[in-house]
């Protein structure tokens, strides 16, 4: 259950640095943001993946732990639907027509996009996945 207090101590960085700015004016909250929404992200992630890898889970839980799947499968196709456009674009810029943004990417850039393809999709599938029983060897 320590992944539930991270992931409220996540929401309440997140929710309480937009209002510390406005209040404030101080762009440094702003800080807050950066490294609350990505905390929150992943931290739901793994609460949603606890929940649904329990071996007897309430039907509160089970609906909880399938609810808190959802955003995870939206996340995942955004994140291979970016990856799967910056593949297109580069693919477009190289063999069909070179707009005038283009500028030949590196190496590694040309990685991120089918990186993020793979990610996405695999965050997709396992959104509602139990992990596998684990068995324990007796000794």
Same mark, same amino acid.
């Given at each position: 259950?320590?992944?539930?207090?991270?992931?409220?101590?996540?929401?309440?960085?997140?929710?309480?640095?937009?209002?510390?700015?406005?209040?404030?004016?101080?762009?440094?909250?702003?800080?807050?943001?950066?490294?609350?929404?990505? +905390?929150?992200?992943?931290?739901?992630?793994?609460?949603?993946?606890?929940?649904?890898?329990?071996?007897?889970?309430?039907?509160?839980?089970?609906?909880?732990?399938?609810?808190?799947? /959802? *955003?995870?499968?939206?996340?995942?196709?955004?994140?291979?639907?970016?990856?799967?456009?910056?593949?297109?674009?580069?693919?477009?810029? !190289?063999?069909?027509?070179?707009?005038?943004?283009?500028?030949?990417?590196?190496? *590694?850039?040309?990685?991120?996009?089918? !990186?993020?393809? /793979? /990610?996405?999709?695999?965050? +997709?599938?396992?959104?509602?996945?139990? +992990?596998?029983?684990?068995?324990? +060897?007796?000794?």
């Amino acid at each position: 259950m320590r992944t539930s207090r991270k992931l409220g101590l996540s929401l309440a960085t997140l929710l309480s640095s937009l209002p510390l700015m406005i209040a404030t004016g101080n762009g440094y909250f702003i800080l807050l943001l950066l490294i609350g929404l990505p +905390a929150t992200i992943l931290f739901w992630f793994d609460r949603g993946r606890e929940l649904r890898d329990l071996s007897t889970p309430s039907r509160t839980e089970r609906m909880l732990g399938l609810a808190m799947g /959802v *955003p995870q499968v939206v996340f995942g196709l955004l994140c291979a639907g970016i990856g799967l456009m910056l593949v297109l674009w580069i693919l477009y810029n !190289l063999l069909v027509e070179r707009q005038s943004q283009f500028r030949i990417p590196s190496l *590694p850039a040309l990685g991120v996009g089918p !990186l993020m393809i /793979v /990610v996405g999709l695999g965050w +997709a599938r396992t959104a509602f996945q139990r +992990a596998a029983l684990k068995q324990h +060897a007796v000794e």
